[in-house]
């Protein structure tokens, strides 16, 4: 049976939220709501949209070199660096623009960069950009690659989070877990779902979803 999305009402027209609740897993954990943010990633309209509220919390008062995106938000991430120059925004390197780039994932799920992109974020201050956080386990995985590569974490920021800190920083959302009281993220071991014998209805990840 295909999964319902739902659009979330959004009163002030701004960036739309879409969902399905049910019974999913992700790559850490099980969860009851699936956030899909595909068309804010791919449609140019909607990323813009969610860039020009996410600059907008950093464009006064946070230095950027470089924009790193995780979970396939790379137009957004454009669309951000393009609003923080175009307002005027101050960065610190050489060409006075912001980078815009991604990590390579590893077999074994480990961030890195190569010879040719870690210059980008060596010496480099770094904001990180992520589709949503429920777990934050990627953005810890960002944050300390930045770190091991030597730049500098500036901020972290995304469209949709259940968790308002991540490695000792704020999480900036254009939406928190407050508008699903009930959201539930827990272990696979640990889910009530599947302790109350409800299967699992799909696979999630940033790429998108799998039902079963």
């Known amino acids: 049976m295909a999964i319902q999305i739902i659009k979330y009402p959004n009163p002030d027209e701004g960036v739309p939220l ?9 790559n850490h954990s099980h969860v009851n709501y699936y956030i899909d ?30 924009i790193l995106c ?17 307002a005027g925004f101050t960065s ?3 060409h006075h623009t912001i980078y815009v780039v991604t990590p390579e994932h590893t077999v074994g799920s480990q961030l890195v960069f190569r010879e040719n992109t870690s210059p980008m974020i060596r010496d480099k201050h770094v904001l990180v950009l992520a589709a949503s956080l429920t777990t934050g386990y990627t953005a810890q995985e ?15 920021c995304c469209i949709f989070t259940r ?11 254009i939406f928190d877990g407050s508008i699903f009281p009930d959201y539930q993220s827990t272990a696979a071991h640990e889910c009530p779902l599947c302790k109350a ?3 699992l209805d799909a696979m999630v990840n940033t790429f998108g979803i799998s039902s079963f």
């Open 92 to 94: 610190i390197n050489a």
């Open 37 to 66: 943010l595909t068309m804010t990633k791919h449609r140019l309209s909607e990323a813009k949209a969610a860039a020009v509220e996410l600059a907008d919390r950093f464009k006064a008062s946070t230095v950027v070199d470089t």
């Open 18 to 26: 879409r969902f399905a609740r049910g019974h999913f897993a992700t």
């Open 70 to 86: 995780l979970d396939g938000t790379q137009v957004i991430g454009a669309c951000m660096a393009n609003e923080l120059t175009r």
């Open 197 to 199: 014998g409800i299967k």
């Open 142 to 156: 960002a944050v300390n690659i930045i770190r091991y590569y030597g730049g500098i974490t500036v901020g972290i």
């Open 163 to 173: 968790i308002q800190e991540c490695n000792g920083f704020p999480v900036t959302s």
